[in-house]
Each structure stands twice: as C-alpha cells, then as structure tokens.
C-alpha cells in the first residue's frame, strides 16, 4: 500500500497545492493523465463546497487530504471539522437533459463526482466530517 497526505487550510488558494499534490503523486504512482485530470475534478469540486459553505466562521480551519493506493483503487479520504452535511444525500438534478439556461442552479457538481468516482460516502465521527471515495485507476 502507497499513502499521501495533504492538510490545507479553508482558502481557496490552497486548490494550487492540491493540483500539485495530485499531478505529483499521480505521476509516481502511474496514473493516466485522464485519471489525474479526473481526481483534480472530484477534488476541486468537493473542496470549493467545503471551503464555502461548510464553516460558519471567519477561522482558520484544517482540511485533511488522505490517498492510498492499494493494487488498482484509490481511496480518497476528506476530513474537515465543519458543518455536519451529506453531500451525496443530495439527489442527482432532473433536468440534466435541459439546456444551461432552462437548469436550475446547484447539485451538477455532485453528479459528476458520483460518476467519476466508484464508490462515494459520508460519515459524522465525533466533530469530523468524512468523505470516503474511492476509483480504480490502472
């Protein structure tokens, strides 16, 4: 098993440090270039809705970033210390089939993490929350 991990701070600045981290790792590690592209995607999405909407103050918070790779799967652990919230309690958006104009605001960004990813879930523990993902990547 092969471990990365990366803790950065709820700004906004910090999704530079990610990209790296991952392009970095990802070349170690043999990733495609198409499963790099795919992981920054997941990241950059589910981080920005962390960083905006997941704490209720002006702090400094910790966001943890954990990869092993085990054989083939990826697993991706997200840990931050914010509001309690399920992002794929959220239900795929209806009108994926309509035009930008005609869709409503929100929720896409999560359809596209549940469809990169193999596995996606959430859990509360003690003050944490916790995104577990996972993806065969070779």
Same mark, same amino acid.
């Given at each position: 098993?092969?471990?990365?991990?990366?803790?950065?701070?709820?700004?906004?600045?910090?999704?530079?440090?990610?990209?790296?981290?991952?392009?970095?790792?990802?070349?170690?590690?043999?990733?495609?270039?198409?499963?790099?592209?795919?992981?920054? /995607?997941? @990241?950059?999405?589910?981080?920005?809705?962390?960083? !905006?909407?997941? #704490?209720?103050? %002006?702090?400094?918070? +910790?966001?943890?970033?954990?990869?092993?790779?085990?054989?083939?799967? /990826?697993? @991706?652990?997200?840990?931050?210390?914010?509001?309690? !919230?399920?992002? #794929?309690?959220? %239900?795929?958006?209806? +009108?994926?089939?309509?035009?930008?104009?005609?869709?409503?605001?929100?929720?896409?960004?999560?359809?596209?993490?549940?469809?990169?990813?193999?596995?996606?879930?959430?859990?509360?523990?003690?003050?944490?929350?916790?995104?577990?993902?996972?993806?065969?990547?070779?």
């Amino acid at each position: 098993m092969t471990t990365a991990r990366i803790i950065i701070r709820n700004d906004i600045q910090e999704l530079d440090r990610i990209r790296e981290f991952i392009e970095r790792h990802g070349d170690e590690w043999g990733f495609s270039t198409k499963n790099v592209f795919s992981i920054n /995607l997941v @990241l950059e999405e589910l981080i920005t809705n962390i960083i !905006f909407y997941g #704490f209720d103050n %002006d702090q400094v918070h +910790d966001i943890l970033i954990d990869m092993q790779l085990r054989d083939d799967q /990826l697993q @991706l652990l997200i840990e931050d210390d914010g509001k309690p !919230f399920d992002p #794929f309690s959220v %239900d795929t958006p209806e +009108d994926l089939d309509k035009s930008l104009e005609e869709r409503r605001i929100g929720g896409l960004g999560i359809h596209f993490v549940r469809e990169i990813m193999d596995t996606c879930s959430y859990e509360r523990t003690g003050n944490k929350n916790r995104l577990l993902l996972s993806k065969h990547v070779k």
